[in-house]
């Protein structure tokens, strides 16, 4: 287990280099305390995603009460997200610990049918960051630096394929890494 929670922990390292570097070139940023893409109920993950997490739970001791919460309360809105109750906005709570999805989220490409980096981004990075984003969008398709989800996603397979070729709705990818920690201990 330790040794796919570091493997884990090594792809988000490497992640987090590759969207400073992007986002130090093209000044793309998040609003402080946005968290609208946060917000989507359809957010889906992988349960490798969030083995960090759930292993930092378990060291915690809270793994248990997490997963009672998960299953007794189930919620479309990520569990480790929280919204501000005086304004329209959130923060995650566990920001070392999210998922690739949130990382990658604003600042990695995807690839289009024709083999071209598209920025996958928000609406409000690109409407309060037009001429930052208008830029960036020119310079990815000049040949500019940017990660690409698909490659972070096969780099995640590679750690353990089972946990991660499956995608579900991002609590239910929680409850399910936070199961494999749980199960892992109790045979071990």
């Given at each position: 287990m330790q040794e796919k929670i570091k493997a884990v922990e090594q792809v988000f390292q490497e992640l987090?280099?590759?969207?400073?570097?992007?986002?130090?070139?093209t000044k793309?940023?998040?609003?402080?305390?946005?968290?609208?893409?946060?917000?989507?109920?359809?957010?889906?993950?992988?349960p490798l995603e969030f083995i960090p997490?759930?292993?930092?739970l378990y060291q915690k001791g809270?793994?248990?009460?997490?997963?009672?919460?998960?299953?007794?309360?189930?919620?479309?809105?990520?569990?480790?997200?929280?919204?501000?109750?005086?304004?329209?906005?959130?923060?995650c709570t566990e920001y070392k610990y999210r998922g690739l999805i949130c990382r990658l989220f604003g600042f990695s490409a995807r690839v289009d049918k024709h083999g071209k980096s598209e920025l996958a981004?928000?609406?409000?990075?690109?409407?309060?960051?037009?001429e930052d984003y208008t830029k960036a969008v020119n310079e990815i398709g000049?040949?500019?630096a940017i990660p690409v989800m698909r490659d972070y996603y096969?780099?995640?397979?590679?750690?353990?394929?089972?946990?991660?070729?499956?995608?579900?709705?991002i609590n239910i990818a929680i409850k399910e890494a936070i199961e494999k920690v749980l199960l892992y201990y109790a045979y071990r």
């Open positions: 987090d280099k590759e969207i400073a570097t992007f986002q130090s070139h793309l940023h998040c609003i402080a305390g946005c968290g609208a893409c946060c917000k989507k109920p359809d957010i889906e993950a992988t997490f759930a292993h930092y809270e793994a248990e009460k997490v997963l009672e919460q998960l299953e007794s309360n189930p919620q479309d809105i990520c569990i480790i997200f929280k919204s501000f109750e005086t304004a329209n906005g959130g923060t981004t928000c609406k409000i990075i690109k409407e309060t960051q037009s000049e040949g500019i096969f780099k995640l397979r590679s750690v353990d394929a089972s946990l991660s070729d499956k995608f579900y709705p």
